[in-house]
């Protein structure tokens, strides 16, 4: 029975969609104008992982995720850039999808975005029926909504309005009936792109895109919605008051919320520089690196980035590798009644974990399991044949998480080397050469790769 952890309930509820087989699933997108950041690439791998999971259950996923492209940072950046917004907005879209598909992140069903004529006929409609039933009113050109007028409004973040601080993306100023309240509709400064409407010419606030490129997209009601905890106030509580109050129905079942990725212990900001792009990590990364990174923790937990933890990453995959390697020369055969079981009891183990909140690393654990039993029945003896169910396991499960394990380029090379360097070893022991031996074992470690030996011989598997 799978299990997920509702932001809005606090507690671990069994999922339940309200199509029975069918997930709506909406996933907030970035505001596209910058470089995306390693920040960006774990909301996005946490929500590709939950996806993903949701198909090998059997369930048929519409996945939406947006692009916001009309918003206060783009307008500003084209300003300093001297090109047009859309312009700027359309080149990081681009860039931003071919970052997904290097990180193997399925493409979503739909990509909406703010400025689209579908999106906006739904915001524009939004916004009058919020103002019909008095939950919006015009003010100076802008449109607000009357936060007090929403008896839950706090629900999703827990904060009582009194002591509310609303966010810097939200207006301010002295037309408004209460501070606390935020703008559905700005009006059109200077050179900035605008859109007619009865209020006068003007442009969407951020909230109201997201929940009508939802509306269009999935309908009223939705089974989840993600997205970093760092939108659950303002930006995801103003969708649900928005949403519900135009709607009057329940906005979405399960609200997923991933934690914020550090560096070095530190939460990463634009403000204080420490970001690292997607293309800076992928230019000395293969993209399963950051996907290992993600699967190793709990995504509802802060996930830190640092040197260890991407070397730590790294040797993960190594040893995931290692699983698929074929037997060897000398292979004839050997006993598998363990291999079998542990191939036998791996897939239920995984499912299991995975049920609880998508705990990856649970999953992993036993993954990892399954290739040490891999491993040593290779080491004694165990032929192709034999190894093939248990790996074909393997690659079903690491699959199902988004893994692609490739190896690079030259790597059989390398394998090849290592196993010359093992048969120089081993004649280096027979001839009692210790301190030989041992320091091309030490060398290996430091490499990752752990070698083995026994009275059979000796045997290498990555670390």
Same mark, same amino acid.
């Given at each position: 029975m799978?299990?997920?952890? +509702?932001t809005? @309930?606090?507690?671990?509820?069994e999922?339940k969609?309200?199509?029975? !087989?069918? =997930?709506r699933m909406y996933v907030?997108?970035?505001t =596209?104008?910058?470089n995306?950041?390693v920040?960006?690439?774990?909301?996005?791998?946490?929500?590709?992982i939950?996806r993903?999971?949701?198909?090998?259950?059997?369930y048929?996923?519409?996945?939406?995720?947006?692009f916001?492209?009309?918003? #206060?940072k783009?307008?500003? %950046?084209?300003?300093?850039?001297?090109?047009?917004p859309?312009e700027?907005?359309?080149?990081?879209?681009q860039?931003y999808?071919?970052?997904l598909? #290097?990180?193997?992140?399925?493409?979503?069903? =739909?990509?909406?975005?703010?400025t689209?004529?579908k999106?906006?006929?739904q915001?524009l409609?939004?916004?009058?029926?919020?103002?019909?039933?008095?939950?919006?009113?015009?003010a100076?050109?802008?449109?607000?909504f009357r =936060?007090h007028?929403?008896?839950?409004?706090?629900?999703?973040s827990?904060?009582?309005?009194? &002591?509310m601080?609303? /966010? $810097?993306?939200?207006a301010?100023?002295?037309?408004k &009936?209460n501070?606390?309240?935020?703008a559905?509709w700005?009006?059109a400064k200077?050179?900035?792109?605008?859109?007619? @409407?009865?209020w006068g010419?003007g442009?969407p606030?951020?909230?109201?895109e997201?929940s $009508?490129?939802?509306?269009?997209e999935?309908?009223?009601?939705? #089974?989840?919605?993600?997205?970093?905890?760092?939108l659950?106030?303002?930006?995801h509580e103003?969708?649900?008051?928005?949403?519900e109050?135009?709607?009057g129905?329940?906005?979405v079942?399960?609200w997923?919320?991933?934690g914020m990725?550090q560096?070095?212990?530190?939460k990463?900001?634009?403000?204080? !520089?420490?970001?690292v792009?997607?293309?800076?990590?992928l230019d000395?990364?293969?993209?399963?690196?950051?996907?290992?990174l993600?699967l190793?923790?709990?995504? %509802?937990?802060?996930?830190?980035? @640092?040197?260890?933890?991407?070397?730590a990453?790294e040797n993960?995959?190594k %040893?995931?590798?290692? /699983?698929?390697r074929?037997?060897t020369?000398? $292979?004839? /055969?050997?006993?598998?009644?363990?291999l +079998? *079981?542990?191939?036998?009891?791996?897939?239920?183990?995984?499912?299991? $974990?995975?049920? #609880?909140d998508?705990?990856?690393?649970?999953?992993?654990?036993?993954?990892?399991?399954?290739?040490r039993?891999?491993?040593t029945?290779?080491?004694e003896?165990?032929?192709?044949?034999?190894?093939?169910?248990a790996?074909?396991?393997?690659?079903?499960?690491?699959g199902?998480?988004g893994l692609e394990l490739?190896?690079?380029?030259?790597?059989?090379? *390398?394998?090849?080397?290592?196993?010359?360097l093992?048969?120089?070893?081993?004649e280096?022991?027979?001839?009692k050469?210790?301190?030989?031996?041992d320091?091309i074992?030490d060398?290996?470690?430091?490499?990752?790769?752990l070698v083995?030996?026994s009275?059979?011989?000796s045997?290498?598997?990555?670390?």
């Amino acid at each position: 029975m799978l299990r997920l952890y +509702n932001t809005q @309930t606090r507690k671990k509820e069994e999922f339940k969609t309200i199509e029975p !087989g069918k =997930v709506r699933m909406y996933v907030c997108g970035p505001t =596209v104008y910058d470089n995306a950041h390693v920040g960006h690439a774990m909301s996005a791998l946490v929500f590709d992982i939950v996806r993903r999971y949701l198909l090998y259950r059997g369930y048929e996923v519409k996945y939406v995720m947006n692009f916001t492209d009309v918003d #206060d940072k783009i307008i500003d %950046r084209a300003n300093q850039k001297g090109i047009d917004p859309f312009e700027l907005a359309e080149g990081y879209i681009q860039a931003y999808k071919e970052h997904l598909k #290097d990180l193997n992140v399925l493409p979503a069903t =739909v990509n909406p975005r703010a400025t689209e004529t579908k999106t906006m006929q739904q915001i524009l409609a939004m916004i009058e029926g919020l103002i019909d039933k008095g939950y919006a009113y015009p003010a100076g050109g802008d449109v607000y909504f009357r =936060v007090h007028k929403d008896e839950d409004y706090g629900k999703l973040s827990g904060r009582k309005l009194e &002591e509310m601080q609303m /966010g $810097a993306r939200i207006a301010t100023g002295d037309i408004k &009936e209460n501070d606390s309240d935020f703008a559905v509709w700005k009006g059109a400064k200077e050179g900035e792109p605008a859109w007619e @409407t009865p209020w006068g010419k003007g442009r969407p606030g951020w909230h109201i895109e997201c929940s $009508a490129m939802c509306l269009h997209e999935l309908g009223e009601s939705i #089974d989840i919605h993600g997205g970093g905890n760092d939108l659950i106030f303002p930006h995801h509580e103003n969708e649900i008051a928005q949403s519900e109050s135009f709607t009057g129905k329940p906005f979405v079942r399960y609200w997923m919320h991933n934690g914020m990725l550090q560096l070095s212990g530190e939460k990463m900001s634009k403000s204080i !520089g420490n970001l690292v792009t997607i293309q800076e990590f992928l230019d000395d990364h293969e993209g399963d690196v950051m996907r290992m990174l993600v699967l190793n923790g709990n995504y %509802r937990s802060p996930l830190a980035f @640092t040197d260890e933890s991407i070397s730590a990453a790294e040797n993960a995959l190594k %040893r995931l590798k290692s /699983g698929f390697r074929p037997a060897t020369a000398s $292979a004839q /055969g050997a006993e598998t009644e363990v291999l +079998n *079981a542990k191939t036998a009891e791996t897939r239920d183990a995984f499912i299991q $974990a995975m049920d #609880d909140d998508i705990n990856t690393a649970g999953a992993m654990g036993h993954i990892f399991e399954l290739v040490r039993a891999i491993n040593t029945a290779r080491d004694e003896g165990a032929t192709d044949d034999q190894l093939r169910p248990a790996q074909n396991t393997l690659r079903e499960l690491t699959g199902v998480l988004g893994l692609e394990l490739k190896e690079k380029e030259g790597s059989g090379d *390398a394998d090849k080397f290592i196993d010359l360097l093992l048969e120089v070893r081993s004649e280096a022991r027979a001839q009692k050469q210790w301190a030989l031996s041992d320091l091309i074992r030490d060398k290996l470690k430091e490499l990752g790769v752990l070698v083995e030996d026994s009275k059979e011989g000796s045997s290498w598997r990555w670390e």
